[in-house]
């Protein structure tokens, strides 16, 4: 028999504040609505990553706490165990910018080595960017999906050879003033949106499990779901009209 999918939510006492471990309770949801054997691993700083995890995720949080969260991470070490087992990694906005080269803290801009797992690099933005933002999202089999989440980011991340963009912005900021939203590379995503953005976009987190499983999904059609995605597309358009 196969082991249950491990959805491992990384120190939320650390990258907690957005309420992104919604994350896992929807890619929890969506195994149990499939009949798929999977279990939750929560790790709080201190405590060991297990290197056994399917999909990691990491949060949004404050410039501090991401410095302490990179310094634990690679203290630790199972992080990067796990992708080299196979793993998927889903990072929102500071766990995002942390996944990255390097990114500033504070008004000093004090830049802080990353994880180094996605070429991007964030410094601070010209504004910080606040509110509902709409992207467009290629999915692998070429059709395009909208994606909604709330944004709230003062750093700005710029991608390099190595990382494509995840997605086209509609309206709102994204990862800076280039028109492009969140990093993937590999198995590795970075996003801003936070909603949590996986609840907004069930597509996109069929997608996260379909890295880590390494298979194609069979859809889930669940109106509610569809309806919610549905009401929050219409919404950020509404306000951004207004805008
Ligand atoms: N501290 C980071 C920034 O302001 C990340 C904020 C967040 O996670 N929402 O850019």
Partial sequence: ??????IVLVYQSLLGIYGDRGNAMVLLKRLEWRGIDATLTIV???????????????????????????????????????????A?????????????????VGERDEVIEG?????????????????????RWQRPDGSETLITGFE??????????????????????????????GAVQGRVIGTYPHGPVLARNAALADHVLEVALERTLEP??????????????AFVRRQGLRA
């Fill in 1 to 6: 028999m196969s082991r249950p999918v491990e």
């Fill in 44 to 86: 709080e700083p201190g405590e060991p990553l297990p290197a056994t995890g399917s999909v990691y995720l990491l949060g949004g949080g404050e410039d501090a706490a991401q410095i302490s969260a990179v310094r634990e991470l690679k203290a630790d070490g199972n992080l990067f165990r796990g992708l080299e087992n196979g």
């Fill in 88 to 104: 998927a990694l889903f990072a929102v906005c500071a766990g995002y910018q942390i996944c990255g080269q390097t990114f500033t």
């Fill in 115 to 135: 994880l180094g797992l996605l070429d991007v690099t964030t410094r601070r933005g010209t504004e910080r960017a606040v509110g509902e933002i709409l992207t």
């Fill in 152 to 181: 709230n980011h003062g750093g700005f991340t710029y991608l390099g050879q190595g990382a494509t963009p995840l997605a086209q912005v509609e309206l709102g900021i994204g990862n800076a003033d280039d028109g492009t939203e």
């Fill in 220 to 233: 889930l059609p669940r109106p509610e779901v569809d309806e919610l995605h549905r009401q929050r597309v």
